[in-house]
C-alpha cells in the first residue's frame, strides 16, 4: 500500500478506515508538536533544511528530499510490505502464523519491550537539542537534522503500536514517552546510555556510531518478532537507521582524518602539540570511542538473562538474521560464557542477549577497520581498538569488576589510578568542548574535522543544506 499524504498523519496502515484509532493518533499528534518544539533541536523552527522524507516504503527510491522547516515534517505512520503467509521464524511457535494481534498471554512483555524501543527515540532528540548551535558545517547540522526528525518518526511508530494495539493501557504508556526526559532527575529515560547528554559533535558521531548501532540489532531481533505488525515496522526502521550508523562512521572517520593532517603538518604525534592546533588526538578519540562502547554494550542486558529466554522462547524476540542460524529453537543448545569465576556453560536460549552482544561487537569493528586504514595510510603505526567487553561495564556478570581495555583484571586500585587513562577525564571534555564552533558557510568544515568526501543525494560539499533563518 502507498503511502497517503493527504491525511493529517502519513500512513501506510489505511488509517482512514479506522476512526478511533486515527482520532487517537491525532489527539496524540499535537503533544508530540508540543514536546518537539520544547525539547527538540534549539532554536530551528524557522530554518529550511534539505531533508529526506519517506514516500514509499521500497528499499528502492523510498525518499523524497527537499527543503522542510522541521515542524512540517510529515511525521507519518509506515511499515514495511507484509511477507505472504509469514510463519514465526524461531522459538517454540517456530513455523506456526505469524500474529497479527498480541496473544493475551504476551500483552505485557510485548508492552514492555515496545515502550522500551520507543523510549528511546525521544530520548536521543533530546540528548542532542543543543548540538545544532556549534554545527561544524552546514552539512553536518542537515545530517544531525535528519537523524533527529527520524528518530522522531520511529517515536510514531512504536506509538502506532501501542494505540493500535494495548488499548487504554497503551495510550497512556503513549503519554509517558513524552513526558519522560533525558537526564531528567525524577522521570528520565528508561536506559541509562539515553540520559546522557551530548553535548559536543565527537559524542554525537561516537553516539551514532555506536549506540545507533545497538539500536539497529534491537531493530533487528524485533523484525523477526512473530507479532508481525512489530516486525514489519522495525523492517522498515532499519532501512532509516542504515544512514544514522553512515553519519557516525563517517563523523569519527574524518574527525581521524583531520587529526592525521596536522600530525603530518607539525610532524609530531604529541597530543598536546595537536590539540593546540585545534585537532582531537588519537589518545582521546580511543577514550571517547572507550566510553561510548562500553556505554553500549551494557544496553544489551546481563549475559545470563531469563527474561531473555522466555522473550525467544515466546517468540517475541529473535536473533538478529535469525535465518543465518541452523537451529532456530536452541532447546537444548548450550553456550560457553567467560565470567570472572571462569568458563560457565549456560543453556543458550539464557544467553541471548550474549549472543547479540558478540553480533553488535562483529559489526562494530568494520568501521574501526576503516578509521585504523586511513592511520597506516599516513604512515602512522597507532591502532585504535575496541576495548574488552568486560571493560567498565555496568550490567551483568562484570559489572564493577576492574578488568582494563586488554581484558586484564587488575587489583582495585590500580584500576581506579588509570580509569583517567582509558575514559575521558573532565579535560578531555573541556577540551573538546572547546572546539565545538558554530560554523554555517555553505562548504566550510571546523578546524577539527574533515570534509566528507561527497555530499547528499549526489549534491556537493558545499550545497546550502540549512538556510538558517
Ligand atoms: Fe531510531
Ligand atoms: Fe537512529
New binding site residues.
Given amino acids: 500500500m502507498s503511502i497517503n499524504y493527504s491525511e493529517k498523519i502519513p500512513n501506510n496502515v489505511d488509517l482512514a478506515n479506522d476512526r478511533k484509532l486515527q482520532r487517537a493518533l491525532e489527539h496524540w499528534q499535537p503533544r508530540f508538536l508540543t514536546w518537539w518544539q520544547e525539547q527538540g533541536p534549539r532554536d530551528s523552527s524557522s530554518d529550511d533544511v534539505y531533508l529526506r522524507t519517506a514516500v514509499g516504503v521500497d528499499a528502492q527510491g523510498w525518499a523524497s528530499y527537499g527543503y522542510v522547516k522541521m515542524p512540517d515534517y510529515r511525521w507519518g505512520i509506515f511499515l514495511a510490505d507484509p511477507i505472504a503467509d509469514r510463519k514465526i521464524g524461531f522459538g517454540d511457535h517456530y513455523g506456526e502464523p505469524a500474529w497479527q494481534q498480541v496473544p493475551g498471554e504476551l500483552r505485557s512483555q510485548f508492552r514492555r519491550i515496545i515502550v522500551t524501543?520507543g523510549d528511546?527515540?525521544p530520548a536521543?532528540v533530546e540528548q542532542q537539542h543543543l548540538l545544532g548551535l556549534t554545527c561544524p558545517s552546514l552539512y553536518d547540522l542537515r545530517n544531525l537534522f535528519q537523524?533527529n526528525v527520524?528518530?522522531g518518526?520511529?517515536?510514531w511508530a512504536m506509538v502506532y503500536l501501542l494505540h493500535g494495539y494495548f488499548g487504554r493501557d497503551g495510550r497512556e504508556e503513549a503519554e509517558q514517552l513524552l513526558a519522560r526526559h533525558s537526564g531528567d532527575r525524577d522521570n528520565p529515560r528508561i536506559l541509562g546510555t539515553f540520559n546522557e547528554p551530548i553535548s559536543d559533535w565527537l559524542s554525537f558521531f561516537m553516539f551514532t556510531y555506536f549506540t545507533?548501532r545497538d539500536?539497529k540489532f534491537q531493530?533487528k531481533s524485533l523484525a523477526e518478532s512473530g507479532f508481525d505488525p512489530l516486525a514489519r515496522t522495525c523492517r522498515f526502521?532499519l532501512t532509516?537507521?542504515a544512514h544514522?550508523m553512515f553519519v557516525g562512521e563517517t563523523g569519527v572517520g574524518r574527525v581521524v582524518r583531520r587529526t592525521l593532517e596536522v600530525m603530518k603538518e607539525l610532524g609530531t604525534d604529541d597530543p598536546a602539540a595537536i590539540r593546540a592546533h585545534g585537532a582531537v588526538d588519537l589518545a582521546t578519540i580511543q577514550r571517547y570511542l572507550n566510553f561510548w562502547f562500553t556505554s553500549s554494550l551494557d544496553l544489551f542486558g546481563s549475559e545470563v538473562s531469563s527474561n531473555a529466554a522466555s522473550s525467544f522462547a515466546s517468540g517475541i524476540k529473535g536473533r538478529p538474521d535469525e535465518d543465518r542460524y541452523e537451529d532456530h529453537v536452541c532447546a537444548d543448545a548450550t553456550l560457553e560464557l567467560e565470567t570472572p569465576d571462569g568458563t560457565e556453560s549456560v543453556s543458550l536460549r539464557n544467553a541471548m542477549n550474549e549472543v547479540m552482544r558478540d553480533a553488535y561487537i562483529k559489526d562494530c569493528e568494520i568501521g574501526l577497520k576503516r578509521w585504523n586504514m586511513q592511520i597506516k595510510r599516513a604512515g602512522y603505526d597507532i591502532v585504535l581498538r575496541l576495548p574488552s567487553k568486560h571493560f567498565c561495564r555496568s550490567i551483568g556478570a562484570w559489572a564493577g569488576v576492574p578488568v582494563d581495555p586488554e581484558g586484564k583484571l587488575l587489583d582495585q586500585q590500580d584500576y581506579d589510578q588509570r580509569l583517567a587513562d582509558w575514559l575521558p577525564s573532565e579535560s578531555d571534555r573541556a577540551f573538546v568542548h572547546s572546539l565545538m564552533q558554530r560554523v554555517v558557510e555553505p562548504g566550510k568544515m571546523a578546524g577539527w574535522t574533515a570534509p566528507p568526501d561527497r555530499g547528499i543525494n549526489k549534491h556537493p560539499v558545499d550545497y546550502e543544506y540549512v538556510r538558517l533563518h
Fill in positions: 524501543q528511546t527515540e536521543s537523524v527520524e528518530e518518526r520511529h517515536l545507533d539500536g531493530l526502521m532509516e537507521e544514522h
